[in-house]
């Protein structure tokens, strides 16, 4: 509460409409992770043992406080234990511990068990570490259909789907282009992820030029 800022609590509001207004402190995400870094390794345990939370900021605080584990398997299961109070997009895409990036192979069949699951913000998760971890070095072209095929009628994982795919045809765009051409994808998903690759900095224009020809 020392760090609130109520002018930016309604600021985030307006941004996060799964999020109760009143459960939204306002405190910024740099405070939050400067936070997590000064708590205590007790401090931590008995804070992220201590579910559910009752504001917004607390489960941001949890995801900064996960996103610090080192260790794979401590990082996995607190993750699964934590996935299952994730109710907006931002505490979800807070969330990323270190002990991922240092063996993102480990990863993958935890990514595909989350793009299974039904619940919205972990499918959201998954496809987010997909994103993260496997379009870059180890990059297969398998993972865009794994992505393509996910159907979840929720508004936030059809815009992960498309961060994805957008972010797919900035690294992987031969590969991505297949994907948008051959209308794997729900047709919701496939035009917004056309408009977030025009959108982008890191698409060149003559490809942009040629995906706005592929608009449904």
Known sequence: MALRDEKYARFQASLIPTAAPESIIGVRLPDIRRLAKSLSKEERREFISDLPHRYY????LHSAVLSLLTDFDEALAEVDRFLKYVDNWAVCDTLNPKAFSRSPERLLPHIRRW??????????????MMMRYFLDDLFLPEYLHEVAAIRHDHYYVKMMQAWFMATALAKQYDEALKI???RELDPWVRNKSIQKARESFR??????NHLNMLKI
């Open 203 to 208: 698409v060149p224009l003559e490809h942009k």
């Open 180 to 182: 948008i051409g051959s």
């Open 115 to 128: 793009m299974g699951e039904a619940e919205p913000y972990t499918v959201r998760f998954g496809i987010g």
């Open 57 to 60: 900021d607390e489960n941001v």
